[in-house]
């Protein structure tokens, strides 16, 4: 869409977001896994637009690395210091524009339900036109400044909520606060904004009225309304998470050939990527990153962050962060793996047994009660339930390995520093202090002592 080259976008990321009662600026706020203005960033990527201009303000240095980190093409922040409105937003970002832009896209940053063909529909209303902007009929329009038409069915006017009448309030068309205005007709009507308004702002939606009053009349290009909320609060950021998870479950679902058992309790962040025929069992969180394999089948109740699951792998009520899980593993019930745990083919975790910066080999099996942490386990090794990697000391942490092959006993404590040698067998309850060579058998614990006929002896002295 290089046609779009000579346009530049300009998001309105300035604000406080007053309404959300937070500490941190609104527009870094996430839904489904991705910050509000990261949204409204990949909703322009596809457009292919000659620059995108993000005006930072109040925690202009976090949100302009969050800006940054979407990584859209043309990209500049420009600061607003002191924020003045949405007009003054506008004024602070047109000495950024570059030489080549005729064409501004105004949009809010705290839109995250808009798409890129809404914006292209929008960018096409506004062809031989000066002007255009985005409007959506809402059943409850509360808050959102209303659409003015004149009897051309043009827009003359918008007039924000708080300054609206009763009338005026009638008015079901509401502002999606985007428009695409042509750049030296936009330069000139900013300069006429005035804050004779009830928030004694400058507002952007002030040029509707001024270029309709120069002949210039804006086209309204209507929209349904799930793409123009605007997040103001915590409850709206609620339900437009819950809108975005649904599109994406409802996209793998219906053009990847996922299976997901129960929709509404399996939340998937939007950039979560799944297999063809993988199933999500109810209750399953996908988070930031994380790769499903095909036919993996992960929950109920799983909770992974940054993971990559393989193909084929089952992944039963676990929480897994930053954990990579080979093809056709098993996981759980009740596992818990942490960052840095490396699961080989065919390998299994099982009930209560918890991993840390630990690389299990293909087929080798850590079935029940188990903390490896700091680890190396060889191929084909059987970790038998109990066994615990001491890698701590209080001071420094130390490495365990267990070559392939090998079996380590239930209840076995490897005192780390410590290897286990290929084919090595570890007898049951031991604590092993020294390396075990290879095809040895260790036993590191007191030998046994039966003393015959003591119980009856016992029970005699207590008169049982
Ligand atoms: C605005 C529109 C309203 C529209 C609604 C759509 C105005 C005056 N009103 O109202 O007609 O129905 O959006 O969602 O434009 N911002 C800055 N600098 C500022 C002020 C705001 O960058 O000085 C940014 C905010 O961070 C936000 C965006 O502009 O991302 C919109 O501001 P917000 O306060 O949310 O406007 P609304 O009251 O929702
Ligand atoms: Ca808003």
Redesign the pocket.
């Known amino acids: 869409m290089s046609d779009h080259a000579r346009t530049a976008a300009v998001v309105?990321?300035?604000?406080k977001?007053t309404r959300f009662r937070s500490d941190l600026a609104?527009?870094l706020h996430r839904a489904a896994g991705r910050t509000l203005v990261g949204h409204v960033l990949e909703a322009l990527r596809p457009l292919g637009l000659g620059q995108v201009v993000v005006?930072v303000?109040h925690q202009a240095d976090e949100v302009a690395a969050a800006v940054r980190a979407a990584a859209v093409p043309g990209l500049t922040t420009v600061v607003?210091e002191e924020?003045?409105?949405?007009g003054?937003?506008v004024q602070v970002a047109m000495p950024a524009l570059a030489d080549g832009i005729d064409r501004v896209l105004i949009l809010?940053?705290?839109?995250p339900l808009l798409t890129a063909p809404t914006l292209a529909a929008l960018l096409a209303a506004a062809d031989g036109r000066t002007a255009a902007m985005l409007t959506a009929r809402l059943d409850d329009p509360t808050g959102?400044?209303r659409v003015l038409r004149d009897a051309d069915g043009d827009v003359a006017a918008?007039v924000?909520h708080r300054d609206a009448t009763a009338e005026q309030r009638a008015v079901d068309e509401?502002?999606?606060?985007m428009y695409v205005v042509g750049r030296d007709h936009l330069d000139v009507a900013l300069g006429q904004l005035d804050t004779d308004n009830d928030q004694g702002?400058l507002?952007?939606?002030d040029v509707v009225a001024i270029l309709a009053g120069k002949g210039e009349p804006v086209a309204a290009s209507v929209t349904s309304e799930d793409e123009v909320a605007?997040v103001?609060d915590r409850r709206q950021l609620a339900a437009a998470a819950a809108v975005l998870r649904r599109r994406h479950l409802d996209h793998l679902m219906a053009e990847v050939g996922v299976s997901v058992t129960d929709p509404a309790t399996t939340h998937v962040d939007v950039d979560v990527r799944v297999g063809r025929d993988a199933v999500l069992l109810p209750g399953t969180i996908l988070e930031a990153g994380t790769r499903i394999g095909e036919r993996a089948v992960v929950g109920p109740n799983s909770h992974l962050t940054a993971c990559e699951v393989g193909a084929d792998a089952t992944v039963h009520s676990t929480r897994a962060d930053q954990a990579e899980i080979g093809d056709h593993a098993t996981v759980g019930p009740f596992s818990h793996l942490r960052p840095g745990t490396r699961l080989g083919v065919k390998s299994k975790i099982g009930a209560f047994a918890e991993t840390k910066n630990a690389t299990i080999g293909d087929g080798s099996k850590v079935p029940h009660l188990a903390y490896l942490g700091d680890a190396t386990v060889g191929a084909g090794v059987n970790v038998a339930c109990g066994v615990i990697t001491v890698n701590y000391d209080g001071f420094t942490k130390s490495h365990t390995t267990i070559e392939d092959g090998a079996f380590v006993g239930c209840d076995t404590m490897l005192v780390a520093p410590v290897t286990v040698g290929a084919g090595a067998f570890v007898a049951a309850g031991s604590t092993l202090t020294e390396d075990v060579p290879a095809g040895a058998l260790a036993i590191a614990r007191a030998r046994q002592v039966n003393k015959d006929g003591w119980a009856a002896r016992r029970r005699e002295q207590h008169g049982a």
């Open positions: 309105l990321a300035a604000g977001g609104k527009v005006v303000g607003q924020q003045h409105g949405t003054h937003a809010p940053g705290d839109t959102y400044g918008i924000e509401i502002n999606a606060g702002e507002y952007l939606t605007g103001n």
